[in-house]
């Protein structure tokens, strides 16, 4: 059976008193938790909260609140960028995961792409929360006038923050060419 990789948990004091080369990615905080057996990073609702993004009042309103159905939205909110990710980039799926998991990009620290990447989450949980999701639905498209079409709008993204696909493209995530050769090693480790 694969070892599934166990993220260290810091805490904020933790962060603010150890070096960066010191923080072992990826990791998991009060706001936001990367889970080993998915490879993903998860916003916790803490970083919702702290953002203003009231996911249970949501629920609530849809008469689905309660923990289980929570969880299950912060996991759908990854899964919808980790999909965008994979859908706009020509590298393998565990390559980009790596990337993301181990915060790689030229010209920003680790810890600041972790940071960007916390905040792709909350963006998209507040443009999920303001504007439902339209993939969930069927009907009338307002703005273009005509039907809902589930193909166009996976294709679209249009379930995906506008601000959220330009952060994707500065932390070099949707990009047409593959990482796969220059990363082959760090992927095959699998201490992510």
């Not at 960007?116 to 303001?130: D, G, P, S, T």
């Not at 639905?137 to 193909?151: A, H, P, R, S, Y």
Request: hydrophobic share 35%; net charge negative.
């Amino acid at each position: 059976m694969p070892k599934i990789f166990e993220a260290p948990f810091y805490t904020t004091e933790q962060l603010k008193a150890l070096n960066e080369e010191d923080l072992i990615f990826p990791f998991s905080t009060e706001y936001m938790r990367y889970d080993g057996l998915k490879q993903q990073y998860i916003p916790t609702e803490e970083l919702l909260n702290k953002h203003g993004v009231d996911l249970k009042g949501f629920l609530a309103s849809t008469g689905r609140n309660s923990p289980t159905n929570v969880n299950e939205e912060l996991e759908y909110i990854s899964d919808q960028i980790y999909t965008c990710i994979f859908k706009n980039s020509g590298s393998n799926i565990d390559t980009l995961k790596c990337i993301v998991a181990k915060s790689i990009r030229r010209g920003i620290t680790p810890f600041r792409f972790r940071l960007m990447f916390e905040e792709i989450l909350w963006k998209q949980a507040r443009f999920y929360v303001n504007n439902d999701d339209p993939t969930k639905t069927t009907g009338i498209d307002m703005e273009q006038k005509q039907w809902l079409n589930k193909g166009v709008l996976i294709n679209e993204d249009r379930q995906i923050d506008p601000q959220v696909k330009v952060m994707l493209m500065q932390l070099g995530l949707s990009w047409v060419g593959s990482y796969d050769k220059m990363f082959v090693g760090l992927v095959a480790q699998k201490n992510w």
